[in-house]
């Protein structure tokens, strides 16, 4: 039961600081002071009773066996008055406050200081920080000041200001291990003037001061403590305090602060115009899962257009306040032709919370188990958006307790296991009309023919986008001019593929008027599955490509997207306007389009590959690579950067050639991808590409084009570590070169082959398979091949502890490398002289680190630092070891999050 006051409301009671009684936003008056004791003593005990003998000791301390039974009953008679007669209760022996404990300041203190040290210990060191934020935030001063002479001045005063300092204590010291330092070094200051023996507060002063570059304040802390102990005490400072002080003195890298666990935010942005659905937020509030719960998974499903995303993002917004741990968010391209495997989304959120990408596990079983392990404990909404099939959905729902899985999709998805299931139409007559009012500032609303519209376009909430933005804000004639366009039924919604709808009259009325250009890059993105791109992709058919892509904006036939890694402007296309586009064109027309783009991206492709460095590469269709690339960029470092933000788009599109039948650019587009999306790691990309050049070869009948998509098969093969199936197909590729007579292609695949062979555990037939390539490539005075031989032959004695040989093979590797500019191939013997050459493992690493940022590569950069650090843990430099591996992963996640961005 609630103490009720005057105005009948809960009575709020706070002790931390001067007695205050609030009753609402009212606060109570409060008697003199020997009252404000006997309500302290009562709030003490947190609604429990109270003994009279106990609340005479605590207000008549000086005379505690005295007869005061009559002097205590007008006081509590007094606090009845002013509290209300229900406020206090008498039982058997003693007094109560008739409340619970989370309506006193003390005990909800109390409560958040147990949350956090529960967190704490679970080494979830921002929740434990936020929670004791919140605690300290209740106090507002000394506790009974005002309670004239009474016990608790003197005894549960004192209690309470030392857990007060033990919050402070714990607090200051998650914001420091946080890298919240200079929050921290105010009340630290304080703390150590009022306690000025206790050590604790000291130490983490001290930290603090450090971290926040005050490296004299902090030292100056310990001299001046330690006189104070000697002469006081006779006592040095404990063994903590003395072993900071000396790693300060030392500037020990490691008491940088921890990295903060990773809280990822990945929600799209809300709906601006989002109206009614009244009915179906409620059911998913009703759906969601408490804090201690099983997770719960909630399936939208309907057919297309009908706003499952708006829905689910928009509840997604209002509620995100319930997942602290944060929000993951996928789009499934379920409805695609191309949908997203589990794995690839896996990795995804992996990286999201926090996973190193080079320890991402390859399959997708290991995935999904890192996955849970990382969301343990943290409760996380996850939205997946567009799902295919069960199958594509199922290993990505959340586990964790207390998370829940929002899922959108055309099929109710009847094999999952899920909370609930919500089936979703269009729009009521009445939230059509509003929301087509919001979205044109309020111009439907005074045209007649605005209900006419509304029911033209089926109430869909997709159509209604797309005729709102037609619109216009402000224009009332436009909602008259669609609703007679749309009169016609042949204008209306006239193809439908698996339930969208093309709404030909809106979208005619969109491409009126647009230039050439503009009509040209729409048929190009009409031939185009991947719904990104750059404007370079029509390069070989718009003269303005980029000129084209902001007319179609203005037409609102694109959506900007914004500047990739890369600096290119990249555009997207609706589902809609692309089948729309489509049409226009036709399926033959469409055919010679690909043809164009995937020219065009043969030829960006291969010059990309071509500033690099040299690469056993071929000229792409016969095409003259002397032809200027749109796209491309001077400087190594630019190219990668384009190469990697233009992944996605190249890997889909060596689908879509093979979709289309161009089997010759399907297999070499894959062939120049292949080096990059090896260096990346981008296995799941690989895969993908080599699957369809794969496919593509029966229909070629080019023996020299199928050793050369074997031989990048079996270097995927080796890549996943299946080095017994990665040394068949080199061996089958090896043999295909010879029988085309190509000598110097089939060394590379004995190579690789011998590469294969050595992580088999048989180094007799590597060496013996390299030291035959080396003849080869010798007679054929390819200098090159024969530089990559000799670094893996090198690499094949070092494991035979033959290191002057492999250190000599290196040496003479290397200078063919920087003879020929090759700075890949550089950066790839430096790395592997670390290992060989230890004496001089030091300086080569200097030199790969400095030829790493020349190139402008932060993979190949942190790969540099963590070969750096590893010289310095072998001579036990393990301090600045460690800051190097820090530097290495920070330069990782700073790229992965701008690939992320892309």
């Known amino acids: 039961m609630l103490s009720r006051g005057v105005g009948r409301g809960v009575l709020e009671f706070r002790i931390l600081g001067p007695m205050e009684v609030a009753d609402g936003e009212r606060a109570v008056p409060l008697g003199p002071p020997r009252q404000r004791a006997l309500l302290g003593a009562l709030l003490l005990a947190g ?85 004791l934020g919140r605690a300290l935030g209740l106090w507002r001063g000394e506790p009974f000041e005002d309670t004239g002479d009474s016990a608790l001045r003197e005894s549960a005063a004192e209690r309470l200001v030392e857990e007060r300092r033990q919050a402070l204590e714990d607090h200051a010291e998650a914001l420091v291990v946080l890298g919240l330092h200079t929050r921290a070094i105010g009340p630290l200051t304080a703390l150590t003037t009022e306690v000025p023996h206790r050590e604790r507060p000291r130490y983490l002063l001290m930290w603090a001061l450090h971290l926040a570059g005050r490296r004299t304040e902090a030292l100056a802390v310990y001299p001046g403590y330690r006189r104070r102990l000697i002469r006081e005490f006779a006592a040095d400072p404990g063994r903590d305090l003395q072993e900071l002080h000396r790693r300060i003195l030392c500037d020990d890298p490691t008491l940088s602060p921890r990295r903060r666990r990773r809280i990822p935010r990945e929600l799209p942005p809300d709906i601006t115009h989002f109206t009614g659905r009244t009915a179906e937020l409620s059911g998913l509030e009703r759906w969601l899962p408490a804090p201690g719960d099983p997770a719960a998974h909630i399936v939208v499903h309907g057919a297309a257009g009908t706003g499952k995303s708006s829905l689910v993002t928009h509840f997604a917004h209002l509620r995100q306040q319930d997942f602290p741990d944060g929000q993951l968010y996928a789009d499934l391209h379920g409805t695609r032709e191309r949908p997203a495997g589990p794995a690839a989304v896996a990795e995804d959120f992996l990286r999201s919370l926090g996973t190193p990408p080079r320890s991402v596990p390859s399959g997708l079983d290991d995935r999904i188990g890192e996955l849970r392990t990382r969301s343990a404990r943290r409760r996380l909404l996850v939205l997946l958006d567009d799902a295919h099939d069960e199958a594509q959905v199922g290993p990505l729902l959340a586990a964790s307790a207390g998370s829940v899985s929002l899922v959108t999709s055309r099929s109710p998805l009847g094999g999952l296991d899920t909370r609930a299931r919500l089936p979703l139409d269009v729009l009521s ?19 007649p023919d605005a209900e006419a519209l509304v029911d033209r376009c089926g109430r869909l909430p997709l159509a209604l986008a797309v005729l709102a933005s037609r619109i216009g804000q402000g224009r009332p004639s436009r909602v008259s001019a669609l609703a007679a366009r749309l009169a016609d039924a042949r204008g209306r919604i006239d193809e439908v593929r698996h339930g969208d709808r093309a709404l030909r009259p809106v979208l005619a009325l969109a491409c009126a008027g647009l230039p050439e250009d503009a009509r040209a890059l729409l048929r190009v993105a009409g031939a185009l599955t991947e719904p990104e791109f750059a404007p370079w992709c029509a390069g070989g058919l718009v003269p303005r490509p980029r000129e084209a892509a902001t007319n179609l904006v203005d037409a609102g036939l694109l959506q900007p997207r914004g500047l990739d890694r890369a600096a290119q402007e990249r555009f997207g296309i609706h589902a809609l306007t692309r089948l729309y586009a489509r049409e226009l064109i036709g399926d033959c027309g469409a055919r010679e389009l690909l043809r164009s783009v995937a020219e065009q991206a043969l030829i960006e492709v291969a010059f990309a590959r071509s500033l690099i460095g040299p690469a056993d590469t071929v000229t792409p269709l016969g095409l003259p690579l002397a032809l200027r690339p749109v796209g491309s960029t001077t ?43 090896a260096e990346r790691r981008r296995l799941c990309d690989w895969a993908r590409v080599q699957q369809f050049a794969l496919l593509s070869l029966p229909l070629l009948a080019d023996p020299h084009a199928a050793a050369l998509v074997r031989r990048d098969f079996g270097d995927l093969l080796a890549a996943r570590g299946q080095h017994a199936d990665a040394a068949r197909e080199l061996g089958a590729a090896q043999a295909g070169f010879e029988a085309c007579g190509a000598p110097a292609e089939a060394a590379r695949a004995q190579r690789r082959r011998a590469e294969a062979l050595s992580h088999l555990g048989r180094p007799a037939d590597a060496e013996a398979c390299l030291r035959s390539c080396l003849d080869t490539f010798r007679s054929l005075n390819d200098r090159r091949g024969h530089a990559e031989t000799e670094l893996a032959l090198a690499l094949v004695l070092r494991r035979a502890r033959r290191g002057r040989e492999a250190t000599a093979l290196l040496h003479s590797a290397l200078a063919v490398h920087r003879d020929l500019g090759d700075r890949p191939g550089e950066a790839a013997v430096l790395h592997a002289m670390i290992h060989v050459c230890p004496p001089t493992a030091a300086a080569t690493a200097d030199r790969q680190l400095a030829l790493a940022r020349r190139l402008d590569d932060p993979w190949l950069e942190a790969r540099a630092l963590r070969d750096r650090a590893a010289v310095h843990r072998a001579h036990d430099r393990t301090a600045a070891a460690a800051e190097l591996e820090q530097l290495a992963r920070d330069i990782l996640d700073a790229a992965e999050e701008d690939d992320s961005r892309d």
């Open 635 to 677: 400087g190594i470092g630019c190219t990668l950067r384009w190469l990697d933000a233009e992944r996605v788009f190249l890997t889909g599109l060596v689908q879509d050639a093979y979709d289309y039948g161009w089997y010759g650019a399907c297999w070499q587009l894959a062939h120049l991808l292949t080096p990059h999306l």
């Open 429 to 447: 007559r009445e939230d059509a009309l509003a929301f087509l009012a919001r979205a044109t500032a309020g111009a439907s609303t005074r045209v």
């Open 47 to 131: 609604g429990a009773t109270v003994p009279v003998r106990a609340l005479t000791r605590c207000l008549w301390p000086d005379d505690p066996d005295g007869d005061h039974a009559q002097v205590l009953r007008v006081h509590l008679s007094a606090l009845r008055q002013r509290l209300g007669r229900e406020a206090l209760a008498h039982d058997t022996g003693g007094y109560r406050v008739v409340t619970e404990p989370g309506r006193i300041d003390l005990f909800r203190f109390r409560a958040l200081a147990e949350d956090a040290a529960r967190v704490r210990a679970d080494d979830d060191l921002e929740r434990a920080e936020e929670l």
